[in-house]
């Protein structure tokens, strides 16, 4: 059977929906315990798959095994016709030969290869770091395709298990902990009858405090097996051309989480504890929202009913007088951001009217307008909807022509509203004439895999409804 550790805004949904199709949940933490109250046998066991809430709360990443990490995905993205999945070009774990590309202020960004590009942090490296040194280094804290971020790596080899690390950086036994525990922890260790492997040391983290001597037996065991494997795969420093990957011990898949996914979570973890509508939307809008909700569940029953838009959006935003970004995502894990803009109006029931001040120069996509300085695009939104229009007007006020964006169902975070692009749109010219453009976009993208059948017949049934609709 396949083990997961889960952490993050997204446990208890995930814990439920793994325990409903055989993968068993390891190293829980307490909350979970007892949120599930003994219905779950929850070992400390080593984990198979780590599944983490991404830093922007926008999805999860999934590492580990490449055999669980398809099971588990399987599992979650199957959730809504709006969860997207992309493999990692850099998982967790990967270890290359990288050449130093350019120097920052704080670190170097090193070429990966077919891997892309890492960041390595020069508080990491030993010595001077310039342009042109090569480095070994492993993947320490893969990023999502929809992150700005490089993924973190550093000029060492480590095995992770959730319950310790062997590192090469590391000497000796030690504990993530102090305290009565932490100490016979080090001298258990010696009761294991496991030898290190030579250069590496080890280091138990704090899950391990609740293991039994076997469970930590089996982990170490395993991650020495693991560290054996992966020494002996890698060539001497030198004798590959760099870049180079040299070792994918582990694989990382990331899973984007859209609107309707969220819903679908919530209802999964409304099978276990008190969830009130949008529970998940709430807190992927801010970590500020947490506590709030948190307290909303745990003082009434606020299971039935909408998600409470105005309320979130009152409380957090955006409302009017914020400022608003435009995070268009695209179906292959890029997000793009289209520019910033004042909200002028907003409406409890989720609807917010952006403007933007245009610049001159090019003109506006499909509509074949020239941009130019003093132009406004108006741009409204609705929370939930599959589509959205921006009209452009002259200084003066007079139209230019309106586009429709096709989308997956907006979210209107407090910094940004936030959907995946479908590529197809609808637009109205300046004359009145609407019509719908870039389907060969859309056919592209469901013959490279990126747009589902389902996605695509849901794109293609809204376009056709926009366009009856701005046709009358």
Not at 9 to 32: D, F, R, W
Not at 244 to 250: G, I, M, N, S, V
Not at 426 to 453: F, K, Y
Request: charged share 30%; with cysteine; glycine share 10%.
């Amino acid at each position: 059977m396949t083990t997961a550790r889960v952490r993050g805004i997204y446990t208890t949904a995930i814990t439920y929906l793994l325990g409903e199709n055989g993968i068993e949940v390891v190293q829980a933490s307490e909350p979970i315990r007892e949120r599930f109250d003994g219905e779950y046998e929850f070992a400390f066991d080593p984990a198979d798959v780590t599944i983490e809430t991404t830093r922007d709360r926008q999805g999860v990443g999934i590492s580990g095994t490449p055999e669980g990490v398809d099971e588990v995905a399987a599992v979650l993205e199957s959730l809504a016709i709006d969860t997207f999945r992309w493999d990692a070009e850099a998982p967790r774990s990967a270890v290359f030969d990288a050449d130093v590309d350019e120097t920052l202020g704080g670190g170097a960004v090193v070429d990966l290869g077919d891997g892309g590009r890492g960041y390595l942090s020069y508080d990491d490296a030993d010595g001077y770091v310039d342009d042109g040194d090569r480095y070994r280094v492993q993947v320490t804290d893969p990023t999502p395709p929809w992150d700005d971020d490089r993924p973190r790596v550093e000029p060492t080899l480590e095995i992770r298990s959730g319950l310790l690390t062997l590192s090469r950086s590391r000497s000796g036994v030690s504990v993530a902990a102090s305290g009565e525990r932490a100490t016979e922890l080090v001298g258990m260790t010696d009761l294991l009858s496991i030898d290190l492997p030579d250069g590496w040391g080890l280091r138990w983290q704090r899950a391990a405090l609740e293991a039994d001597l076997d469970t930590m037996g089996t982990a170490l065991e395993r991650a020495v097996e693991r560290a054996e494997t992966l020494a002996e795969e890698l060539p001497e420093p030198g004798d590959t051309d760099a870049p180079a990957e040299l070792a994918t011990p582990e694989a990382t898949t990331w899973l984007w989480f859209g609107r309707e996914s969220r819903t679908a979570l919530d209802e999964a973890r409304r099978a276990v504890e008190t969830t009130m509508p949008g529970h998940h939307r709430t807190k992927a809008a801010t970590r500020a929202a947490s506590a709030a909700v948190d307290f909303v569940e745990a003082v009434c029953d606020p299971s039935d009913g909408e998600f409470p838009f105005g309320a979130v959006s009152d409380q957090f935003g955006p409302t009017s007088g914020d400022r608003l970004s435009i995070g268009h995502g695209k179906p292959d894990g890029r997000l793009l951001t289209l520019g910033t803009g004042d909200v002028t109006e907003w409406d409890p029931e989720g609807k917010v009217t952006l403007e933007r001040r245009m610049r001159g120069g090019g003109s506006y996509d499909a509509l074949g307008v020239p941009k130019e300085d003093g132009d406004v695009a108006v741009t409204k939104f609705r929370e939930g909807r599959w589509w959205y229009p921006t009209t452009y007007r002259d200084s003066e006020g007079s139209a230019k022509g309106t586009y429709v964006n096709i989308c997956t169902p907006v979210e209107l975070f407090p910094d940004c509203a936030r959907y995946v692009d479908l590529y197809v749109d609808v637009i109205r010219l300046p004359d009145g004439t609407v019509e719908i453009v870039d389907e060969d976009e859309l056919e592209d993208a469901i013959a490279d895999g990126l747009v589902s059948d389902e996605l695509a017949e849901k794109a293609r049934s809204v376009a056709s409804a926009v366009e009856r609709a701005l046709s009358k």
